[in-house]
């Protein structure tokens, strides 16, 4: 018996490999690099900071200055907690627009709305009983 010849149909040339493509590298957007920045230190004022401020001011005792400004911070507090609205003049409106429970108390997110530039009057000095 003779043999037989075959052909195949296939092409002897390679077929063209795709090779893997690189994963591109992300780049962010313009937005994103602005809020991935590290944002200016803002200076913290402490509470013993606030009490030596508001003595150079008004003049009163420390021990006096620390009643009223943890009786003021208690009020605070208190109203914030109950999501009231306060209005300061010096200061301006202070608003909870979002509040939030978590583990170690209440997250209130609070909108202030400072009064303009301008400086407020100076307390004036008590008066000395002579």
């Given at each position: 018996m003779a043999a037989k010849e075959t052909r195949t149909t296939r092409s002897t040339t390679k077929a063209a490999t795709t090779k893997p493509v690189a994963a591109?590298?992300?780049?962010a957007k313009p937005s994103e690099t602005a809020t991935q920045k590290a944002e200016p230190v803002r200076p913290e004022?402490?509470?013993k900071e606030l009490i030596e401020r508001i003595v150079q001011?008004?003049?009163?005792?420390k021990?006096?200055?620390?009643?009223?400004l943890d009786a003021?911070?208690?009020?605070?507090s208190g109203a914030i907690n109950d999501g009231a609205e306060i209005s300061a003049a010096p200061l301006g409106k202070i608003k909870v627009v979002?509040?939030?429970e978590t583990p170690n108390g209440k997250l209130a997110i609070c909108r202030v709305k400072l009064k303009s530039a301008t400086t407020a009057p100076r307390a004036t000095p008590p008066l000395d009983d002579a």
């Open positions: 591109k590298k992300r780049t004022v402490s509470k001011d008004c003049g009163l005792k021990r006096d200055v620390r009643h009223v003021t911070l208690r009020v605070l979002r509040e939030k």
